[in-house]
């Protein structure tokens, strides 16, 4: 046992609980002056070492920053510290926060951090700790990278105590972070101070995943023993028709990843008091004898509102439900509304109605109703609500402080939830195991059943958490199982130079250095070791190349010679094929762009497949080319790619499409589509001439040449050519890949340098470096913090807002900020004003010079800008009602207001950074504009 100094046994005697053993190592690390990282499970209490660093800025007079990922993190962690410390001594920085910015502890965002470092601002200056919560979201791709610039680039004499969700490199991420920040101390616990237990839900009953009662992964790596009951009682359901009250559910619903469980006996009023469900030994868990009734539910036997029923009998609430869909949550709570179901005491709803409009004085009347407000607030009263990134950021924070407080029991969530607030509950529901990862539905990874599952169990209320997973149709129990026994949960970087990080440092230690920083980033050092590897990995097969080379030895002549003779034929007919398909897609995209509105076509491949009809041209050219716009038999408006028309394409027919059609508005849509029903050809189009002529593939001079070669050689003549033959394809097989490992050795190393580099060439053509100084330009660029920050310093350069009032510059701006979720992407967005659109269209040539520039230099090409939501935003900006602007827009209120709150930092960085004093002026009134109504509402309190 580690013996505490005199800083952690006052922290400890200020706590009402003992402090866990991994808890008083990393307290003793940060105590002893050294940086800590702690990696521990979710709710496992690692934040108590951060709260010690705080303690210790205080009691040694230095000050302490609290860094979280989010500002809802950032806001609960405000509060937690200003009630352990006084108002007087904590602060906070967020995007659009800020309080008592210069206390000895400031709570803040990582991003609010890195810019303070990157200014060098005079706050940092008494800087003795950084905590860096959720550091594991340095593995994110689109903010990971700041996570790596504030812990490479804060001053040496700054502990810093990063705190992770358990990884399986945990020791890897250790050892880089002594690298770069010094003496540093790893404190790994996998211990679960609130034991996890696994079940599956068939139908009516729960069932324990594993027979063992630990079910803890094994040395060897092979998945605890599944329960046998388990396994029977899915058989029998596999076995049942649909109607007899199952639904049929998703194939792909399968998975491998970890945790604890078991069964064994205890009585149901035992189970109560202890939050587990009371099951006999080879019997279903928790057990009721009131079955479910046959249920609606997607993909298994019992409805949501059955599911949550149950679990209230059985005392397994409260219950967070991850459902892979917005759609999805909201569905889950008209369920429960329209199956009257109550969670809590009706006197208790009234309190929580009482609390939630007082929570929303701030918005307009008017508002409440496209907000959804009514049923959220109904739900809320009954004990329920949903959680999703699409809901407005005040309701997600009045579900976040009900559950948390006890006073709701059940929440329908996305797992944006899991990577939120600390929200933990009893028990976890996932209803499948399958979601869509932004372009494909994909088995969710161990790394995510972990996460999810993690919010199973409440320290210091619930002496077991559970995580259940619904069985449907398809769903293997083995794979359950070896998906919740796998601890697989590599931390891998995700950093990546960028234009702004450019600048900065040259700014600072000028390129030189700069590119020496940059090498001991965690990326790089996660390359150079796989390096040592694949060079091992090299030897070792041209080690094994001279072996092949001599078994396939002819004495007749030279069998490598013959052998690749065989593999150019091979590679001449494979060349020829995709020529021919090449070919085949080149007029495939020549037939696409030139069908006209009120074409009907006959979409023969893809999830589009079957009659359409044009009501949008394809748009070509340099800014934003993109297939034709159709309407399909079943009333969708969708674009069409080469993926949905490999092969060209004819009109069957035509029809006449209004001259205003919408295809937005769904009666339009249906009207246009029974239209077309009636126009087509019963029998499918005959193939063009060109394409069967096409089917017939035949051998050309080369492939003839060749063979005549073949034939000729010495070696064809060899008995054991054959044998030769397979020792001559193993030889070009491993040639090929040791080829290939050599080409990422070279790749990998110094390859962030190589690409810092290159932007340094970029920005040295566009005038922002002059060698290794920093021109006015570039300075303009350093206060810029976009994923398109060249192309917003361009702009900025080009004066291409300068004539635009408040309203249009914050339509222009959201160009840069706005990415729509795949369903909602317009090529064709409305723009609201001649201006804007002018303004919009010179981004665009822009974004295409730096486009030609960045590929030219072999650099990741920057996003083009999406004028999406410019419509709306000039609107909100204009003064409009919310119902107004949302109106006829796919855009859920929630994105609409993170959007505009992302608008408004950016515009922030543009009235500090513009050259111009009328743009600086016209960007802070945009600021006013957009900062309103329900955008300021989340305003913390």
């Known amino acids: 046992m580690t013996t505490p100094g005199p800083h952690l046994a006052a922290f400890a005697a200020s706590k009402t609980f003992p402090l866990d053993e991994f808890q008083v190592q990393g307290c003793t690390a940060v105590e002893a002056g050294q940086g800590v990282l702690v990696a521990a499970p979710t709710g496992a209490g690692k934040t108590i070492v951060g709260e010690f660093a705080v303690h210790m800025a205080l009691a040694t007079g230095r000050k302490a920053f609290y860094t979280t990922p989010i500002k809802a993190l950032s806001n609960q962690k405000y509060h937690d510290l200003v009630a352990a410390h006084g108002v007087d001594k904590v602060g906070l920085l967020t995007g659009d926060s800020s309080v008592n910015g210069e206390a000895p502890v400031v709570v803040m965002t990582t991003e609010v951090l890195r810019n303070m470092v990157y200014a060098g601002s005079t706050t940092l200056e008494g800087l003795g700790f950084v905590v860096m919560d959720e550091v594991h979201y340095l593995a994110d791709r689109f903010r990971g990278a700041v996570w790596e610039e504030v812990i490479i680039h804060l001053p040496e004499s700054v502990q810093v105590i990063s705190l992770s969700a358990t990884v399986s490199n945990a020791e890897e991420f250790g050892d880089w972070l002594a690298e770069v920040r010094g003496n540093h101390a790893v404190v790994v616990s996998e211990h679960r101070p609130v034991p996890l237990w696994q079940h599956m839900l068939v139908g009516s009953s729960l069932f324990d995943l594993f027979v063992d009662e630990t ?9 605890p023993r599944v329960n046998p009951d388990l396994v029977q009682a899915i058989r029998g359901a596999e076995h049942r028709r649909p109607d007899d009250g199952w639904v049929r559910g998703s194939t792909r619903d399968r998975g491998r990843g970890r945790a604890p469980g078991g069964a064994r006996e205890h009585h149901r009023d035992h189970h109560r008091d202890r939050g587990r469900g009371g099951r006999a030994e080879g019997r279903p868990a928790g057990r009721d004898d009131r079955a479910f009734t046959r249920g609606s539910r997607p993909g298994g036997g019992a409805t949501r509102a059955e599911v949550i029923a149950q679990l209230d009998r059985d005392g397994l609430l409260p219950a967070i439900t991850f459902i892979f869909s917005r759609m999805g949550c909201e569905a889950a709570v008209g369920q429960l509304l329209s199956a009257d179901t109550r969670l809590i005491p009706q006197r208790e709803g009234e309190r929580i109605r009482r609390f939630v409009e007082e929570r929303m004085d701030s918005l307009a009347d008017e508002d409440l109703g496209v907000l959804g407000y009514f049923d959220f607030v109904e739900g809320l009263s009954r004990g329920f609500a949903c959680h999703h990134a699409g809901m407005l950021p005040l309701f997600r924070e009045i579900v976040e402080e009900l559950f948390t407080a006890g006073r709701i029991r059940a929440v329908f969530a996305t797992e944006t939830l899991a990577l939120g607030i600390n929200m933990p509950a009893r028990t976890v529901v996932l209803e499948k195991l399958v979601k869509f990862n932004g372009e494909t539905h994909a088995d969710i990874t161990p790394a995510e059943y972990t996460q999810l599952t993690g ?11 559970h995580a259940v997973v619904q069985w449907s149709r398809g769903l293997d129990p083995l794979a359950v199982g070896g998906l919740a026994s796998t601890r697989t949960y590599p931390l891998r970087s995700s950093f990546k130079p960028t234009y702004n990080m450019a600048v900065n440092l040259v700014a600072q230690v000028g390129r030189q250095v700069a590119r020496e920083i940059l090498e001991t980033s965690f990326a790089q050092f996660q390359a150079d070791r796989a390096v040592v590897g694949l060079a091992t990995k090299v030897r070792r097969n041209e080690e094994a190349l001279e072996g092949y080379a001599e078994s396939m030895h002819c004495h007749l002549g030279d069998f490598r010679e013959y052998a690749g003779l065989r593999r150019a034929i091979a590679d001449a007919e494979k060349d020829g094929a995709r020529q021919r398909s090449a070919s085949r897609r080149a007029e495939a995209a020549v037939s696409l762009e030139t069908l006209k509105v009120g074409d009907v076509i006959k979409v023969p491949a893809g999830r589009r497949a079957g009659w359409a009809v044009v009501v949008q041209s394809a748009r070509t050219g340099k800014g934003a080319p993109s297939g034709p716009g159709v309407v399909t038999e079943d009333r969708q408006f969708r674009r069409l790619t080469l993926t949905d028309v490999p092969v060209p394409v004819e009109p069957a027919t035509r029809i006449t499409v209004p001259k205003h059609f919408n295809p937005k508005s769904p009666k339009s849509r249906r009207d246009l589509a029974t239209t077309m029903r009636i126009a087509v050809p019963h029998d499918p189009p005959p193939k063009s001439a060109k394409e069967a002529g096409r ?40 040639k090929r890949e040791t080829s290939g490992l050599q080409r990422k050795v070279e790749g990998r190393t110094n390859s962030v340098a190589r690409t810092f580099d290159r932007i340094c060439v970029v920005l040295t053509q566009l005038g922002y470096l002059d060698d290794d100084k920093v021109t006015d330009r570039g300075e303009r660029l350093r206060r810029l913090y976009t994923e398109r920050d060249l192309l917003a310093a361009e702009c900025l350069r080009r004066d291409v807002w300068k004539r635009l009032d408040a309203a249009g510059l914050a339509a222009c701006v959201s160009t840069l900020v706005h990415e729509p979720r795949h369903e909602q992407a317009d090529p064709s967005p409305k723009m609201p004003t001649d201006e804007v659109a002018t303004a919009i269209t010179e981004m665009q040539r822009l974004w295409s010079e730096l486009d030609d520039i960045e590929d030219e230099h072999g650099l990741e090409t920057t996003d083009a800008p999406d004028g999406g939501m410019a419509w709306m935003v000039h609107r909100w900006a204009s003064g409009e009602r919310l119902d107004a602007v949302l109106r006829g827009h796919d855009m859920a209120a929630g994105d609409f207001v993170r959007r505009c709150k992302q608008i408004v930092d950016l515009l922030g960085q543009i009235a500090d950074a513009a050259p111009d004093t009328e743009l600086r002026r016209t960007a802070r009134k945009a600021i006013d504009g957009v900062m309103r109504g329900v955008v300021a509402a989340d305003r913390l309190d």
């Open 215 to 223: 079910a803890e992964p094994r040395e060897d790596g092979s998945t």
């Open 455 to 465: 919010r199973a169990g409440r320290r210091g209320i619930d002496i077991e958490g």
């Open 695 to 734: 089917e017939a593939a035949q051998e050309n001079d080369r492939v003839a040449h060749l063979r005549a070669e073949l034939k000729a050689h010495p070696c064809h003549q060899c008995p054991d050519r054959e044998n030769h033959a397979r020792w001559a394809e193993r030889w070009y097989r491993l």
